[in-house]
């Protein structure tokens, strides 16, 4: 298929995803299970609660869930013009350029490939432990990491509908029990403490735990804020959902406001269920025999029985999975789209002839992410403490400076470029995303402040000492790789981050499957 006419400098052939995979429901579906509540929920908020916010937990929540729907209306309106599979490097490089989009483009492709790892740390951890557990079978960790790396790469290889059903089924499920648990709550008029409204006002968002200070509400904010990471995931599925001008808009604000509020609410019900004295002990180990995950074992099973807390187990393994797969899909798709463009690799940019997906760009997804854990497995780390945990800061670090990018190229493609005049607006393309752009950049210094204290034990490693470097390093050199592509190869330089699908309306139910072109 020949790149879009309204492609600048995209001639030459263009090997498509397949269009008309996904909807609505599906894009929401992927981008939820990204940011995957039931492991941001059993991760984070027991650090917010125990070291952070305290009660003001679910105040965070609502102030991150503000400020993010802030991002987002910059981000929407930028996807309403631009629909490519790159995404952040699709927008960054219309918007602010083509250096510093290919410079962005390469952060967000160390992100996502860096999670995909990070989260079978977790997904490795979570198994192990509940096998070890419920069926007395003791493995290392390395098996239960690897049997998942394998899992996704056979189910990427095919239409991106059939990772979009495994998904929501394994979403649902988590949602439902959460859900279940946070309103048994909210019907029996809470715990000890019955439902504080002090959870819920918006001050004690800036205020530390029993009055700690504010370097307290600034870990938790930050772990607000990383609850979400995954979210703007909806964009890069654009070219194969239908009607992607108005389906990724629309998937984007459901995401960000409906997981907002889940968050708020299952966080206020917990912490009220519990009891604030309680959750805040909880969370920081300080009742014998019990760790964070009792703050939902115990309104649990207090109110379904011990049966609910072995499935509410089984229900943290199948989320982070589901969380892995997405962020592996994510991953593929911006190295697809780099390699359609003719940097890295070509071969990156081919697409399935029958399924339509980026299978060469999957697989090398798949092969780095078992080569990540490979190398953790070696140096004897753990799958949480290490894998998880070095790789999700490294990732969050990286994909925290590529939104706050994209906030200003809304600004540079709408305002200081002139783009589409019918859109430009002083709210949704000016003022928006400048307060969105200075709060990203508030949520990036948050993250430097707090690295240590989020990184635990393995704030000692070489790797966390070299995440910043690491970050710093991979954006350079998308600067250099852009600006000796403009020297060298002019044409490949006005290619970059130009191929994009044009079509505004919804296309035809049935469309040819492009052939792969090597």
């Not at 789209?337 to 060469?360: D, K």
Request: with cysteine; glycine share 12%.
């Amino acid at each position: 298929m020949s790149a879009d006419p309204g492609s600048e400098g995209g001639g030459g052939e263009v090997n498509r995803l397949k269009a008309n995979s996904v909807g609505l429901v599906g894009v929401v579906f992927m981008a939820i299970a990204t940011a995957a509540p039931i492991t941001a929920m059993t991760g984070n908020l027991p650090i917010i609660v125990g070291q952070g916010n305290g009660i003001g937990a679910p105040a965070a929540y609502i102030f991150a869930t503000l400020v993010l729907t802030v991002f987002s209306v910059g981000y929407v309106a930028m996807a309403k013009h631009i629909t490519a599979a790159g995404a952040f490097y699709g927008f960054i490089s219309h918007g602010l350029g083509r250096v510093v989009g290919m410079a962005s483009g390469l952060l967000a492709v160390l992100a996502y490939i860096v999670f995909e790892a990070s989260i079978i740390g977790f997904f490795a951890y979570s198994l192990r432990t509940l096998v070890t557990a419920q069926l007395g079978l003791d493995l290392p960790w390395g098996w239960y990491a690897l049997f998942g790396l394998l899992v996704i790469a056979g189910m990427a290889f095919f239409d991106i509908h059939l990772t979009a059903k495994v998904l929501g089924v394994a979403l649902v499920l988590e949602i439902t029990v959460l859900l279940a648990a946070s309103i048994a709550v909210a019907v029996t008029g809470g715990g000890p403490d019955g439902i504080p409204l002090a959870a819920v006002n918006p001050v004690n968002a800036f205020k530390g735990v029993s009055g700690s200070g504010t370097a307290a509400a600034g870990l938790g904010l930050f772990f607000a804020f990383w609850s979400w990471v995954g979210f703007e995931s909806t964009a890069m599925y654009g070219e194969e959902s239908r009607d992607p001008k108005r389906v990724v808009p629309r998937a984007t604000l459901i995401s960000v406001v409906g997981v907002g509020l889940f968050y708020v609410f299952v966080s206020w019900m917990i912490i009220s269920g519990n009891g604030v004295q309680n959750a805040i002990h909880i969370a920081n180990g300080l009742v014998p025999g019990k760790d964070g995950n009792n703050l939902f074992f115990d309104p649990l099973g207090a109110h379904f029985g011990a049966w609910a807390v072995k499935v509410f187990q089984w229900l943290v393994v199948t989320g982070s999975f589901a969380c892995a797969m997405a962020f592996h899909q994510c991953a593929a798709r911006y190295l697809y789209a780099i390699g359609r463009e003719g940097f890295i690799h070509p071969a990156l940019g081919r697409t399935h002839p029958r399924h339509g997906s980026p299978y060469v760009a999957s697989a090398v997804q798949s092969v780095i992410a078992i080569l990540l854990v490979t190398g953790f497995l070696v140096a004897g780390m753990d799958p949480y403490t290490h894998l998880y945990t070095l790789l999700a800061l490294l990732g969050t670090m990286a994909i925290l400076i590529v939104q706050t990018l994209c906030s200003f190229a809304v600004i540079g493609y709408f305002h200081a470029q002139g783009k589409h005049p019918e859109t430009r607006h002083w709210l949704r393309t000016l003022t928006a995303p400048l307060v969105g752009g200075v709060a990203m950049t508030c949520v990036v210094v948050l993250l430097v402040k707090n690295m240590g204290t989020a990184a635990g034990p393995a704030a000692s490693t070489l790797l966390f000492r070299l995440i910043p470097y690491l970050v710093i390093g991979t954006f350079l050199g998308g600067l250099t790789l852009a600006l000796v592509m403009k020297k060298r190869s002019p044409e490949r330089y006005a290619r970059m981050g130009r191929i994009i699908l044009e079509e505004a309306a919804e296309r035809p139910a049935v469309e040819p499957v492009p052939a792969a072109h090597g």
